[in-house]
Structure formats: structure tokens, C-alpha cells
């Protein structure tokens, strides 16, 4: 059974930083890809950042491209995500995502709130 385990959420001004991990209970690169969605009250699920570990492209929305960067270290299992000029709409409770094989795989969520 895969284990994704975040940790790294929490309050933050607008304008600031956070950087949010995914501790996997296997080889990262034993998926096909991972990433981190969120949802914020109301409102849908939505992917933020996607690493596909062949060949470690990434994607991301539009609204937070430039902002957001997911990236990985396979030497702990871990993928992080680091949100610089976090705005009050990036609050949301953020989830790690693992594929693999038709499979997905999910964290149990890490809150993020961006208020003054």
C-alpha cells in the first residue's frame, strides 16, 4: 500500500513563501508521475503541479505558472512544492498526488491559508 505523507502547510501573508513536502513510502520513480492538486471551500478539485518522472517534465496552470515549482528528491522519496507570492485565492487545502499503472494514489491534505 503507497503512503503520501505532506507536511509543510500552514498560515502565511500575502506575498509570501511556502514550501510544502510529500514523503512517499516507495521510489518516486516507481510512478509515473506525481503532483499536487488543491481545493478550496466550494469549489473543485484542481491540479497545481504535475512532474512526470520520465524525464521530469512539469506543468502547470496558468494561475499559478511563474509562481509555484514542484520538484523531487529521490534520495528521500520526497517531492516538494514551493509557492512564492502566495496570494489570498492560493488558500486551499493541498494534496499530494501519485500515478501509477491506473492507480492513483493520494495524501490526506495539508491546509494552506494566505490571509494578512
Known amino acids: 500500500q503507497v503512503q503520501l505523507v505532506e507536511s509543510g502547510g500552514g498560515l502565511v501573508q500575502p506575498g509570501g513563501s511556502l514550501r510544502l513536502s510529500c514523503a512517499a513510502s516507495r521510489n518516486i520513480l516507481s510512478f509515473i508521475g506525481m503532483g499536487w492538486y488543491r481545493q478550496a471551500p466550494g469549489k473543485k478539485r484542481e491540479l497545481v503541479a504535475l512532474?512526470?518522472?520520465?524525464?521530469?517534465?512539469?506543468n502547470y496552470p496558468d494561475s499559478v505558472k511563474g509562481r509555484f515549482t514542484i520538484s523531487g528528491d529521490t534520495a528521500k522519496n520526497t517531492v516538494y512544492l514551493q509557492m512564492n507570492s502566495l496570494k489570498p485565492e492560493d488558500t486551499a487545502v493541498y494534496y499530494c498526488y501519485a500515478y501509477q499503472s491506473g492507480t492513483n494514489y493520494w495524501g490526506q491534505g495539508t491546509q494552506v491559508t494566505v490571509s494578512s
Open positions: 512532474i512526470i518522472s520520465d524525464g521530469g517534465r512539469t
